[in-house]
DNA sequence: ATGAAAGCGCTAACAA
DNA sequence: TTGTTAGCGCTTTCAT
């Protein structure tokens, strides 16, 4: 028996040797069992065990076609938006053998592309899941090579998005029912297309309400945005307000409490995405509730299914998930207005 | 001026036939500009650029020794305790060049060697951010790919610990300090090695101040641990805890305020670990402060360092950071025992 | 300074 | 059913 050195990686070919048949041989017996007779295909996946053998998956990457990776890009990994998105795409790649490559993008468009250029070889596939990029990069890349958006439409492009419209609605009819009219919208960074999804669609409820929302901000992403926000807010005529994310309202209830403001008392808030920590901040928040984990799923099957069927029509490209709107204790009745004063001054901090 | 297929990825060999050089010389002229005169460097270069070339990794990873990826293994992506070591880690070895893989293995140590095993070919090195694996398993493992572990300390093993023993016993004599004298460990799952290690350095100093600290749980992970734990707790005569982490910590809160329990006025609660959202849940969780963030970077910084010097002795072989207290709003002066009394009926949900 | 040639581990035609 | 052969794209000797 020919034994190969231990301290090298094992190849089919030291399998090959060692059971007596071609590496051609082994390597149908490990992919495609079927094709090898069965004396033959136990004596080798024996061996393989036996020899701890594992695939050297770069040298499989050599042919074209399939790499074994996916790319998820998303704009920053601490945010807890996406920690769901992440587990969700996880499950489906790492049951199909794929491997998840996880890209931090900072915020940035230019990153963004850097990287996919980078590593675009190196790819199968790449799950957006807050493109920066222009809709014409965007729609090019995808031709270049298999994408899947998230919260973000592109024609062109498959896509998973939020049915943002119908949870927004809820959340100002929410507000409204409860006696408030004086609504703002407390806007995220500008180049976010999901709040320019948000905004647009509170205003098309504004409208149908015969109403029209102010908008403040926009504030961008960091520590200090509920602040300035709830700042903001405070010198408006506003008893309720709907934020971008969830983020920026827990970072103004904060505010809020340290200028005595009582919620939902004097004001109510709203916040979008149900993220991590909304249901235990303080008060928990009243928020708009989106799928995320099961967007990171079905992105990622999107990206899997085209895969296998690389022009199949049956692939649907475009997905939208519904929304809900969770009411939690940061909501309620509107105050009476003229009575409405701050009971603390203004700290700067 | 020859014209490769423009639907084809563009390969050295294209910019060689496009330059008029042999593809080696390309090579080197892309990895090593030194070795090459100025002259053609920069007609290389120009052309690589002109064409949009990018290197195909998967076949640079053919040649031993280098794929360019780094596994980072956690036990759940969806623990915010997880995020910073995260991006920490993403920094230093995207800023290196290498590309970093995130494996949820789901807490499993079987999880956790099948993926090492499966993927180990592919990886130039891995960092375990939370180990399940036997102390023996580690080693050997470590033998044959180099290794970092964060959270877990093991012989002959490259790791990244906290300073668990000094922050631990800030904790315990903040409390001693506030009055309380009866005070629980709210232990977290048995086989995590920081549990066991905070319940070790709680046994330290409690003996230390001639106390003996009752320890309660444990605690699997999950969303319900917290209110078992917040039950568990009110069955005994403790006026304060520390819970193994600010999860569970946060978790217990929400129950305690259910049933009524003022924090800190009743009972006082300390977290570890300071994640996301100890400083907004309610009350802000006085918490015992890691570094996580910066645990990434050294894990991440050790493992490259250790690839450029194989067997370097400079490398440390065990980097210790410092924890310290945060102290926020949960913990408060110890009741009067006697008086002590749950306003609120057992609710059972 | 540059070119020629071999080979990394694996897969897929094709042949037997 | 199995073996032979030819690459995949790149790096790396070894010549020149």
């Known amino acids: 028996m020919v034994t190969p050195r231990p301290d090298r990686p094992v190849t089919i070919?030291?399998?090959?040797?060692?059971?007596?048949?071609?590496?051609?041989?082994?390597?149908?017996?490990?992919?495609?069992?079927?094709?090898?007779?069965?004396?033959?295909?136990?004596?080798?996946?024996?061996?393989?065990?036996?020899?701890?053998?594992?695939?050297?998956?770069p040298a499989r990457a050599l042919a074209p076609g399939r790499t074994g990776n996916i790319a998820v890009l998303v704009s920053d990994v601490t945010n807890p938006f996406y920690f769901g998105l992440i587990r969700g795409s996880q499950q489906q790649l790492k049951a199909a053998g794929y491997a998840q490559l996880l890209v931090d993008t900072e915020d940035s468009g230019e990153h963004e592309a850097e990287m996919l250029r980078a590593m675009r070889r190196t790819l199968d596939g790449?799950?957006?899941?807050?493109?920066?990029?222009?809709?014409?990069?965007?729609?090019?890349?995808?031709?270049?090579?298999?994408?899947?958006?998230?919260?973000?439409?592109?024609?062109?492009?498959?896509?998973?998005?939020?049915?943002?419209?119908?949870?927004?609605?809820?959340?100002?009819?929410?507000?409204i029912s409860l006696g408030h009219r004086d609504i703002a919208y407390v806007s995220g960074p500008e180049n976010s297309w999901s709040n320019r999804a948000r905004w647009r669609a509170i205003n098309a409820v504004a409208a149908r309400h015969?109403?029209?929302?102010?908008?403040?901000?926009?504030?961008?992403?960091?520590?200090?945005?509920?602040?300035?926000?709830?700042?903001?807010?405070?010198?408006?005529?506003?008893?309720?307000?709907?934020?971008?994310?969830?983020?920026?309202?827990?970072?103004?209830?904060?505010?809020?409490?340290?200028?005595?403001?009582?919620v939902p008392a004097?004001?109510?808030?709203?916040?979008?995405?149900?993220?991590?920590?909304?249901?235990?901040?303080?008060?928990p928040l009243t928020t708009l509730t989106t799928p995320i984990e099961q967007a990171g799923r079905v992105a990622a099957s999107m990206l899997l299914s085209r895969l296998k069927h690389p022009v199949s029509p049956v692939t649907r490209r475009a997905?939208?998930?519904?929304?809900?709107?969770?009411?939690?204790?940061?909501s309620g009745s509107a105050p009476d207005r003229r009575s409405r004063n701050w009971p603390g001054p203004l700290v700067l901090s």
């Open 13 to 57: 070919t030291d399998i090959a040797a060692v059971t007596g048949v071609a590496p051609s041989t082994v390597s149908r017996a490990l992919n495609r069992p079927g094709r090898v007779s069965v004396a033959t295909r136990n004596r080798i996946q024996a061996a393989a065990r036996e020899l701890n053998y594992a695939p050297h998956l």
């Open 126 to 175: 790449a799950i957006l899941a807050a493109s920066r990029l222009p809709e014409r990069a965007l729609a090019a890349l995808a031709e270049q090579i298999p994408l899947v958006t998230v919260n973000r439409n592109v024609p062109g492009v498959m896509s998973v998005v939020m049915d943002t419209p119908s949870g927004i609605q809820q959340a100002v009819e929410h507000l």
């Open 210 to 262: 015969g109403m029209r929302l102010p908008r403040i901000g926009p504030f961008p992403r960091g520590r200090h945005s509920g602040s300035a926000a709830a700042d903001a807010l405070l010198i408006t005529e506003a008893t309720a307000f709907i934020a971008f994310n969830d983020l920026l309202a827990i970072g103004m209830l904060t505010r809020l409490r340290e200028r005595g403001v009582r």
């Open 266 to 283: 004097d004001v109510s808030a709203v916040g979008c995405d149900d993220v991590f920590g909304a249901d235990f901040c303080n008060p």
């Open 319 to 330: 997905v939208v998930l519904p929304t809900h709107l969770t009411i939690r204790e940061s």
